[in-house]
């Protein structure tokens, strides 16, 4: 954590590690932190997915009104999200309805966006926010997410570029993005996200088009998986503000 950014004792504790980590500044409003979570905070956020996802408002595989199953296992926080109904529905299907954001969550998120902002030195370029939704996603070696916006958040967030904080846990992945709306696999860019990187996309860069076009099996940190009930694939929390 840097220097002045100390938070409350009282909070609960799960830390960026940032004297390891490295920043790379993709675009406006979108900063890469490398290696940003400890393995020990890796491990507390899957027990705590672990113990919320078996539970009511857990993990699920949303349909599709076509009747498609998506490829993700798929957990909310906050606000109920399906890719059919976006946050209309308070109550899933089952009738059962998303667990609060953890709130040893809320001071890690608030953390990273304040050290994006001081490593752009600017809190014009990513504005803060504090997350009151989050998605959870698992993927397996055979999921993927096809390219899209994240843009069903309030249009006043969305306007003040509110950033997205997207924190992965597990095996690799290649993930693309790009900025038109003819982005797709051949046009956009591609990054590889690891366990304990945070992404973070904001300001000019909130609707960026953005997807995991592969998950690399077996690339999960061996001491995560003996730590953790972790299956083999991806875990990636992806932050907002609605
Ligand atoms: O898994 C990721 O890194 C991206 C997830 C995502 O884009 C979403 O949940 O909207
Ligand atoms: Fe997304």
């Keep these: ?3 002045g950014l100390q938070r409350p004792c009282s909070w609960p504790a799960i830390e960026p590690v940032t004297s390891h980590s490295t920043y790379e500044i993709l675009e406006s409003g979108m900063v890469l932190m490398k290696n940003y979570i400890s393995l020990m905070d890796q491990a507390e956020i899957v027990n705590i997915c672990h113990k919320l996802g078996v539970g009511p408002g857990g993990f699920c595989q949303p ?3 076509s009747g498609h199953k ?3 296992q798929r957990m909310c926080f906050g606000r109920n999200w399906d890719p059919e109904t976006r946050y209309k529905e308070r109550y899933r299907s089952d009738g059962s309805e998303p667990p609060p954001v953890p709130e040893e969550f809320i001071p890690l998120v608030e953390t990273t966006i304040q050290d994006a902002q001081a490593h752009i030195n600017s809190n014009v370029e990513i504005p803060s926010m504090s997350p009151d939704v989050c998605l959870v996603n698992f993927y397996t070696s055979t999921s993927r997410l096809g390219l899209h916006q994240d843009r069903d958040e309030s249009s006043n967030r969305l306007r003040r570029g509110l950033p997205v904080v997207s924190i992965s846990i597990g095996d690799s992945a290649e993930f693309l993005y790009g ?3 003819t982005t797709d696999e051949c046009n956009s860019r591609k990054v590889l996200l690891e366990s304990g990187d945070a992404l973070i996309f904001g300001g000019k860069s909130r ?3 953005h997807g995991v076009k592969t998950i690399l099996p077996n690339t ?3 001491s995560l998986l ?3 009930m972790l299956r083999p694939g ?3 929390l992806t932050f907002r503000q609605f």
């Design 220 to 222: 999960a940190p061996l």
């Design 207 to 209: 609707l960026v088009f």
């Design 70 to 72: 998506s490829q993700l």
């Design 63 to 65: 349909t599709y009104n």
């Design 226 to 228: 003996q730590k953790t």
């Design 234 to 236: 991806r875990l990636s």
């Design 179 to 181: 900025f038109t709306h």
């Design 1 to 3: 954590m840097q220097a």
